[in-house]
């Protein structure tokens, strides 16, 4: 059972900092991108098939890794959900 909520991704073994991005692909697709935000890689023992690491080793300061769920994942809409409550968030507070 894997939770999404503002800040956190969690399974029952795991916890990781997220940050989430809304349709931020160059073909259009609809989609979650998650990102780690934490040095434990966390997110790679939640979405083992789907974790991405393409980063170096002078960019990791930056990026961990991420997830993009896709409409056809059985979490999409979970994240979807929480994504689109953090953007609204986001929007109120910083109008961007």
Known sequence: MIKFRQYYVANDLFKAK????????????????????????????????????????????????????FEDSPYYHAARNVAEQVAAKRQAKWGA
């Open 18 to 69: 997220v940050s989430y991005s809304l349709d931020s692909r160059i073909d259009k697709r609809k989609c979650v991108t998650i990102y780690a935000r934490d040095w434990c890689r966390n997110l790679r023992h939640i979405f083992p098939d789907g974790y991405i690491n393409d980063s170096d080793l002078m960019s990791d300061y930056f990026e961990q890794g991420s997830v993009v769920l």
